[in-house]
T-cell receptor, first 116, second 108 residues
Framework: SAVISQKPSRDICQRGTSLTIQCQVD?????MFWYRQQPGQSLTLIAT?????????ESGFVIDKFPISRPNLTFSTLTVSNMSPEDSSIYLC?????????????FGPGTRLTVL | GQNIDQPTEMTATEGAIVQINCTYQ??????LFWYQQHAGEAPTFLSY????GLEEKGRFSSFLSRSKGYSYLLLKELQMKDSASYLC?????????FGKGTSLLVTP
């Protein structure tokens, strides 16, 4: 399984500011995903980070609010822009399994964001 | 939406067996996943079913009925460390759509 790290692990931010979260994988992977997990809730897919092209966003999520970069096969960033308290959540990146025949996903440790 | 439904909470006794059910919309299905998530930690993969029937992996088993849009996770010989949230997720394309999770409490 891939080893995934995220930076920062947690942050407290002021309303109106932006935060960029980094996701680093120890091996090349095809698919990288960004999820949000709001307090007491399950995971919601924000977007699929595509290498060399624009990310694919799920319904309810837009590029202006959550710009994503994927410069290579081991790294991606998610920016949470113009934050409000409703953006307080855990943000997780995940990657698809390497060499498996199904789309098992491995998750990073998450970034816990609090917006004041 | 994907209408992935599972119970919110369950309680079971150490050493016992517990079954966590999950129902989902059958359209666009390409696999059913179960993840375990301890508080403050990332989800970890438990099991995957794409064909009907039971998949056994140690103390954990997972069952799938595609025609009924139904799966369950069976945990045997419960241990205190099994107290966690169990997430049912439907594979659709490359993405996973998660249910809200079942919080399992194992008591002595």
């Amino acid at each position: 399984s891939a080893v995934i790290s995220q930076k920062p692990s947690r942050d407290i931010c002021q309303r109106g500011t932006s935060l960029t979260i980094q996701c680093q994988v120890d091996s090349q992977v095809t698919m990288m995903f960004w999820y949000r997990q709001q307090p007491g809730q399950s995971l919601t897919l924000i977007a699929t980070a595509n290498q060399g092209s624009e990310a694919t966003y799920e319904s309810g999520f837009v590029i202006d609010k959550f710009p994503i970069s994927r410069p290579n096969l081991t790294f991606s960033t998610l920016t949470v822009s113009n934050m409000s308290p409703e953006d307080s959540s855990i943000y997780l990146c995940s990657v698809d399994s390497v060499g498996a025949s199904y789309n098992e996903q491995f998750f990073g440790p998450g970034t816990r964001l609090t917006v004041l | 939406g994907q209408n992935i439904d599972q119970p919110t909470e369950m309680t079971a006794t150490e050493g016992a067996i517990v079954q966590i059910n999950c129902t989902y919309q059958t359209s666009g299905f390409n696999g059913l996943f179960w993840y375990q998530q301890h508080a403050g930690e990332a989800p970890t993969f438990l099991s995957y079913n794409v064909l009907d029937g039971l998949e056994e992996k140690g103390r954990f088993s997972s069952f799938l009925s595609r025609s009924k849009g139904y799966s369950y996770l069976l945990l045997k010989e419960l241990q205190m460390k099994d107290s966690a949230s169990y997430l049912c997720a439907k594979g659709s394309g490359y993405a996973l759509n998660f249910g809200k999770g079942t919080s399992l409490l194992v008591t002595p």
